[in-house]
């Protein structure tokens, strides 16, 4: 038994080796890559429901094509599909992180935007009429909170 795992344990280190050695040069895993393979289980979980068997298919789809884009060699390309999927998701991303902030401040402060350059401001709670200043466009407001 004393010999099997230092067998294993080489067999482990040439494997990570020969893959280290493959990946060379490709685009490997990156945050659209995730979400897609997450899409994909997730469309598999949602197969198995009764009538649904072609999101099968489409789930499958999916996961071929984060795995194209994992191993693809050119980088550029890969990079431009990243780089659309983050323009996508900010955005989205932005709203709920807003809404969190919102309901977790909801006892002490205020949020609202300001009319001039739409940026969101946040100011204490229950101090009256008070005149706020944007950080981004220097526009002053005058708010009751």
Known sequence: MKGVIPIMRNFLQ????KMSAFMYGRYGTDELSKFLMI????????????????V??????????SLWRSFSRKLYKRR?????YLKIKKPIANFFKLQRNKWRDRKTHVYFKCKKCKAVLRVPKGKGSIVVICTRCKDRIEKET
């Open 14 to 17: 040439r494997f990570a080796y």
């Open 56 to 65: 099968y298919f489409l789930a499958l789809a999916v996961m071929i094509w």
């Open 80 to 84: 431009q599909e990243l780089d659309r």
């Open 39 to 54: 899409s994909a289980l997730v469309l598999m979980v949602i197969s198995w429901l009764p009538n649904l068997r072609l």
